[in-house]
């Protein structure tokens, strides 16, 4: 989505609000939690406060997934992997970026957003964002303590889940099914959003039984072991809101994007529709906000702006509806994929990978989406539950604007094992296909502009793998004619994906050369790394599509728009216009679907007007770049991969 626009005239309601809007990035000194180990920081933290370790444990798997994000605050102002808040501090050692969308960044890092004078005062922000002031206050340990060290981050944690324990009345026991209500406390910070800390407490429960072992991003291995039989007597469900289209799994609630005409012809900021009776829902759309919560449902609230169907909150994964799924929200900056989709926005920043996509956020997503992918049979793969990122541009002329989020940021492959489609192999070495799996953790290609156009950013891990010219890294990067037409090659920029594959994307082998894998990519032979000892891709199989005999190229279109003779009196056609790229003879290219040629027509506040256009002709789903794309039935023979 556009990046919120902030008013200069800042009221302390205001500022308050910036603050959720701005990338949050303080530098901090080297995390001292090392010197014993995180591990055992958890095991010191439970001793002293009275609380099970397990819990402790949980509960940071939530908040962070053990990660220590190098000391910098998430979207919300949270710090360590206790994801303890003080939005206040975060605020004031926040860069002020110029404007822009993600797509074009300012050059310049102006300094300090506001000076101290004019931050708010503490008790301005919302509870649940000065978390780490409270934790202070019971630990005796500084604020600054509690930002930079990452095992006294986790005593803070500890002191917190104590105090909520005694505030309830509650022994400080040892037996972590007594400590249920607690966990839900320490999720809701105050705010009384009791559906939030119940759907909290749940998602720490499931991990408390499922256990969880990992490496975290400072190189530390951390192991919860599973209690499977673990049954906390108060466990409950959470409660969405009458008139939300959620699951009963998670916390919900419904505030409305405003359906208004607004004079001159001019309404917003969504359509009315009659989906699916009208039109199938093809897709699932993953947006990140590039902006904090509030901030994000003002936006959503605005008539004359842009509308998705659903935000979720990064602290604790608490979903906001405001499209009915019937109605097409205006969110992909492609009509085709409106009209067929579900727009789900993210709260984070897609070039500030510890703003942070919390562990929370990704269970409560994947929840909703399994919800909506059972309810419309949305096939739960990379060629429908879309990134932005992988949207086409609908035209030529626009392919060049197209946004980019979520990003290389984003962990696909433990997004799809909590949806339950954990990425793996599907054939043998002779499949034909691969798809896409690096090691997240592991895989960290360098990457510029988070911060200022050409500087490195943070090294982090990565969904994403690069891809080049030829069997090497010395080879240019892979051309993207349709990012730039004068023909120059891509570039390692954050926010560019000319040269770039993503975790659960599926293509076909077109050569290999020792520890290089080479697919076909936008019309060309694209060459990535996939060592046998630390494959970036796995072996697949499946169908796809290369031009029929005798044509030596089809065109590619960014949407499955229907033939002219398709529409009724009343209802201009639309051009079935080609994109930049062509799809050669002998390349193929993987198929996402069968669909037929659709259109639907909404230009006016009054639906009686509105149709869905349905045409004979039909197109297939492909897997052609980084971004899907289209191609026409009749242009093109379907194989399977292997043959």
């Not at 800042?10 to 990338?23: G, Q």
């Not at 919860?224 to 916390?251: D, F, H, M």
């Not at 917003?268 to 009208?278: F, I, M």
């Not at 509308?307 to 969110?331: E, M, P």
Request: proline share 8%; with cysteine.
């Amino acid at each position: 989505m556009r990046r919120p626009v902030t008013d200069p005239r800042r009221s302390a309601r205001a500022v308050a609000s910036a603050a959720l809007l701005l990338p949050l990035l303080a530098a901090v000194p080297e995390s001292s939690a090392a010197d014993g180990g995180l591990q055992q920081a958890f095991a010191t933290a439970a001793a002293e406060y009275h609380v099970p370790q397990s819990v402790l444990l949980g509960v940071s798997y939530l908040q962070s997934r053990w990660d220590t994000h190098g000391g910098a605050p998430s979207v919300t102002g949270g710090y360590g992997p206790m994801h303890l808040t003080d939005a206040r501090t975060a605020l004031a050692e926040a860069p002020h970026h110029s404007e822009g969308t993600e797509d074009a960044r300012g050059d310049e890092a102006r300094g300090p957003l506001l000076p101290e004078a004019d931050l708010p005062e503490p008790a301005e922000f919302p509870a649940r964002l000065r978390t780490l002031p409270r934790a202070a206050d019971l630990t005796g340990l500084s604020p600054e303590t509690l930002r930079t060290d990452p095992a006294a981050n986790v005593a803070g944690g500890a002191a917190l889940l104590a105090a909520a324990q005694r505030e309830l009345g509650r022994p400080l026991s040892e037996d972590p099914a007594d400590w249920y209500e607690a966990v839900a406390r320490f999720a809701e910070a105050g705010s009384g959003d009791t559906s939030t800390g119940v759907s909290y407490a749940n998602d720490v429960y499931d991990v408390l039984r499922t256990g969880e072992e990992r490496f975290t991003d400072d190189g530390q291995r951390i192991a919860l072991a599973a209690q499977p039989e673990l049954a906390p007597a108060e466990e409950r469900a959470p409660r969405p809101a009458a008139g939300t289209e959620c699951p009963p799994t998670v916390s919900c609630e419904w505030i409305p994007a405003p359906y208004e005409e607004f004079g001159d012809n001019d309404y917003g900021n969504h359509d009315l529709g009659d989906r699916p009776a009208s039109q199938r829902i093809e897709y699932i759309v993953v947006h990140d906000t590039e902006g904090g919560w509030e901030g994000v449902l003002n936006l959503v609230q605005d008539p004359t702006y842009v509308s998705w169907q659903y935000s979720l909150r990064s602290t604790d994964g608490h979903i906001a509806q405001h499209v009915k799924a019937k109605d097409v929200a205006w969110h992909a900056g492609n009509w085709y994929v409106n009209a067929k989709s579900i727009g789900l926005e993210h709260e984070g920043f897609l070039a500030y990978p510890d703003s942070w996509y919390t562990e929370a956020m990704y269970r409560s997503s994947a929840r909703l989406v399994r919800h909506l992918a059972k309810q419309y049979d949305i096939p739960l793969d990379r060629q429908h539950i879309l990134g932005h990122d992988t949207v086409p541009g609908p035209t030529t002329a626009t392919v060049r604007g197209m946004h980019t989020d979520p990003g290389p940021y984003w962990d696909w492959a433990h997004y799809f094992q909590l949806l339950g489609r954990p990425i793996a192999p599907t054939a043998g070495p002779n499949g034909g296909l691969v798809t896409i799996r690096p090691d997240y953790a592991t895989n960290r290609p360098a990457y510029t502009g988070c911060v200022r156009r050409g500087e490195t950013c943070p090294v982090h891990g990565s969904s994403a793998v690069r891809l080049y010219a030829g069997p090497g890294e010395s080879y240019p990067l892979i051309k993207d004619i349709g990012l730039r037409p004068g023909g120059e090659p891509s570039t390692i920029d954050v926010n560019d994906i000319g040269s770039r594959v993503s975790t659960g994307q599926q293509f076909a082998v077109a050569d290999r050369d020792g520890d290089w894998t080479a697919i076909w990519y936008l019309g060309q032979k694209a060459w990535f790394k996939n060592p046998k000892q630390q494959p970036t891709a796995v072996h697949a199989k499946g169908l796809v599509v290369t031009p029929k005999a005798g044509l030596a190229s089809v065109p590619v279109y960014g949407r499955a728009y229907p033939e002219a003779s398709a529409y009724p009196a009343g209802v201009p056609a639309q051009a079935v216009s080609p994109l930049p790229y062509k799809l050669l003879e002998k390349q193929k290219y993987v198929v996402g679907g069968k669909v037929p040629g659709e259109y639907y027509y909404a230009v006016t506040f009054d639906t009686a007007s509105h149709r869905v256009v349905t045409g004979k002709d039909l197109y297939y789903e492909i897997q052609f770049g980084h971004r899907v794309a289209f191609v026409r039935a009749a242009d093109v023979t379907v194989t399977a991969s292997g043959s």
